[in-house]
């Protein structure tokens, strides 16, 4: 299997389908309890999320934390409430 303790079928970069794979990367290597393996592939996961984002929509990492950034604001000043 590699790196991964489960079988993690491989996605097209620019398609949901990579977004996914390096998503099930991610919680492999946080199951297994590999800080460093978990990184990397947060790392994969953001090139394939700005893939996915420049082919589909034209627009790159920026423009998303520019939203995250927007989310967070109207978190902090109350005019959005978290769920419990």
């Known amino acids: 299997m590699g790196y991964h303790i489960n079988k993690i079928n491989k996605g097209i970069l620019g398609f949901p389908s990579k977004i996914q794979e390096e998503y099930e990367e991610f919680i492999d290597a946080n199951r297994q309890g590999n800080r460093v393996m978990e990184l990397i592939e947060l790392s ?27 989310t967070q604001s109207a978190f902090d000043d109350g005019s959005r409430k978290q769920c419990i």
């Open 44 to 70: 994969d996961l953001l090139g394939a999320i700005e893939s996915y984002t420049i082919d589909r929509y034209r627009i790159d990492l920026n423009d998303l934390i520019k939203m995250t950034r927007a």
